[in-house]
Structures are given as structure tokens and as C-alpha cells.
């Protein structure tokens, strides 16, 4: 389960952010939608425990996640929150293996080379495992990053724009992946978009 509470943060240092009280279900979906500048980047960064908000609560798994240092933080993160940005952010000078242990590494996890085949199969990419991320397609970068999200088995999964730079084909097959894969851990999914091609998928919207 997502939930906050008395949620605000500053943007740009400059913007002044107020959040509405609102919780999302431990299996549910949902679309968070705004205009440019209506925080919905903030938002996703404060729930990810990237970010520290001004005042307010953020609980995620019955945890509130800003009561815990950053080192906890930090690998509570690793094992309970899967994060999916528009951009993949892969290591270019690693392989697709090795990009994946360290999904697993900074969660304190152990390397799992079968665990990552699995998820990697899971997404149809097994077969990219040894190759070097700059050798990926788009579209098959960011079903690594979706791969590398699930690693964990994550309670509740973000994504920041996951779509908006993919065709049509590429954004069905993302949105596909990341439904199923939601299911299959019983997690949370939360959106944050602009894409108008998921609102005939998640009917359930949270507007900033």
C-alpha cells in the first residue's frame, strides 16, 4: 500500500507543493496525470525516498519512510521499490548482467544470476544478458529497466513517463509488461504520464 499524508515540498527551490491526502491499495493501479510544473516528478522522487518533503508522511509497506535514516532508506528502497524513469539510466560500459547485479548489490541483496535470467525471460529479453546496454534498442532498454525494477520482487513499482518516448507497438508491450509483472508480485503501480494512450488502460487517476 501507498499512502500520504499532509504532503509538501519545495520544486526548483522555488515552488511551493502541496500534496492531496491519498492511498493507493497493496495490487492496485493507478495514473498519476497533471500539467508540466504540477509535481508529479516531485512526487514520484518523495515516494521513492529519493526525495525529502518539507512536512508530511509517506508509508509504503506499513513503513513510514522518512522515520528511517538514509542507509535504511536506501536499501528499504532497494527491496521494496521498483523505479522506472523514461530514460533506462543503464551503465553504457556494463553489460546487461552486470547491470542487473547491481540492482542487487545496493539492495543487499546476493548476485542472483538465476533470478535475473528469470525476470529477464519474463520481459523477452533473455537473450540480451551478455550484451552492452549501448547495443540495446530503445524499446529493449527500458524492458531491461522494467526487468531490473522487478529484480527484487518490489511491493509497490513507480514509473515517471515509461512510455511517452516509445511507439505505439513499444508503448502496448511496456504497459503489458509492467501490468504483468504487477500482478505477478502482487504490487502497487503508480504511473505518472502525460501519455493519453494509458488512459484506456488505468481508469483509476490521481490528478495534481
Given at each position: 500500500m501507498i499512502?500520504?499524508?499532509?504532503?509538501?515540498?519545495?520544486?526548483?527551490?522555488?515552488?511551493?507543493?502541496?500534496?492531496?491526502d491519498w492511498q493507493l491499495t497493496q495490487g492496485d493501479f493507478c495514473l498519476m496525470l497533471g500539467p508540466s510544473g504540477s509535481g508529479k516528478s516531485t512526487l514520484l522522487h518523495i515516494l521513492s525516498g529519493i526525495m525529502q518533503p518539507n512536512k508530511g508522511h509517506v508509508t509504503i509497506a506499513e513503513t513510514d519512510i522518512f522515520k528511517l535514516s538514509q542507509v535504511k532508506r536506501d536499501k528499504f528502497r532497494g527491496k521494496n521499490i521498483g523505479l522506472i524513469f523514461q530514460k533506462p539510466h543503464l551503465i553504457d560500459s556494463l553489460?546487461?548482467?552486470?547491470?542487473?547485479?547491481?540492482?542487487?548489490?545496493?539492495?543487499?541483496?546476493?548476485t542472483d544470476l538465476s533470478r535475473v535470467k528469470t525476470v529477464l525471460a519474463e520481459v523477452n529479453i533473455a537473450?540480451?544478458?551478455?550484451?552492452?546496454?549501448?547495443?540495446?534498442?530503445?524499446?529493449?532498454?527500458?524492458?531491461?529497466?522494467?526487468?531490473?525494477?522487478?529484480?527484487?520482487?518490489?511491493?509497490?513499482i513507480l514509473a515517471d513517463e515509461p512510455t511517452s518516448s516509445l511507439d505505439d507497438d513499444n508503448c502496448e508491450a511496456v504497459y503489458?509488461?509492467?501490468?504483468?509483472?504487477?500482478?505477478?508480485?502482487?504490487?502497487?503501480?503508480?504511473?505518472?504520464?502525460?501519455?493519453?494512450?494509458?488512459?484506456?488502460h488505468i481508469p483509476n487517476h490521481l490528478t495534481l
Open positions: 499512502e500520504i499524508k499532509s504532503l509538501s515540498a519545495t520544486y526548483d527551490n522555488k515552488k511551493y507543493l502541496n500534496f492531496p553489460s546487461v548482467r552486470d547491470n542487473m547485479f547491481m540492482a542487487q548489490y545496493f539492495a543487499g541483496e546476493k537473450d540480451k544478458l551478455n550484451s552492452k546496454t549501448y547495443e540495446l534498442s530503445q524499446g529493449e532498454a527500458q524492458r531491461v529497466s522494467i526487468a531490473r525494477a522487478m529484480l527484487n520482487k518490489p511491493k509497490v503489458q509488461i509492467l501490468a504483468e509483472q504487477a500482478k505477478k508480485n502482487g504490487a502497487s503501480l503508480l504511473i505518472s504520464t502525460h501519455d493519453q494512450r494509458l488512459k484506456n
